[in-house]
């Protein structure tokens, strides 16, 4: 099946603006119809999901733009490719541990509010 923009916009939730933008970007090559119209079909409607995905990890639009290129270079690239996203992943490990480490700082400053809160509570008791 194959879909004009409009109609491929909104199969993957995207304005017909980012399309272009993204086409201007060379992160989508849309096939051209017998009149240049372009036309997409299923391969692009999940290159656009990975691309959303992409950039919900963090990914730079210039980095991409270089996984876009490779991508239409073929198979030969997937080494490429793969240091790509092992690099977004230990981007995202890292950020892991830094936010991980800040819920550990906030975890032990509630548990010492916790138990001063506690020894107050106690100690009204007893009046």
């Known amino acids: 099946?194959?879909?004009k923009i409009g109609k491929f916009a909104q199969l993957v939730n995207i304005s017909i603006d980012t399309l272009r933008y993204y086409e201007k970007m060379q992160l989508i090559i849309p096939k051209?119809?017998?009149n240049?119209?372009?036309?997409y079909d299923y391969r692009d409607v999940e290159w656009i999901k990975f691309i959303k995905r992409l950039k919900a990890t963090g990914m730079s639009i210039k980095n991409i733009q270089i996984y876009?290129?490779?991508r239409y270079?073929?198979?030969s690239t997937i080494d490429q490719r793969l240091h790509l996203l092992y690099?977004?992943?230990?981007i995202l490990k890292t950020k892991q541990e830094k936010l991980q480490?800040?819920?550990d700082f906030l975890n032990h400053k509630i548990g010492v509010y916790q138990k001063?809160?506690?020894?107050?509570?106690?100690?009204?008791k007893k009046i």
């Not at 240049?36 to 036309?39: A, E, K, S």
């Open 1 to 3: 099946m194959s879909y």
């Open 32 to 34: 051209r119809d017998k």
């Open 36 to 39: 240049n119209l372009r036309i």
């Open 68 to 70: 876009a290129k490779l």
């Open 73 to 75: 270079q073929g198979d």
């Open 87 to 90: 690099g977004q992943k230990n």
């Open 101 to 103: 480490s800040n819920i």
């Open 116 to 124: 001063m809160k506690n020894k107050i509570i106690n100690k009204n």
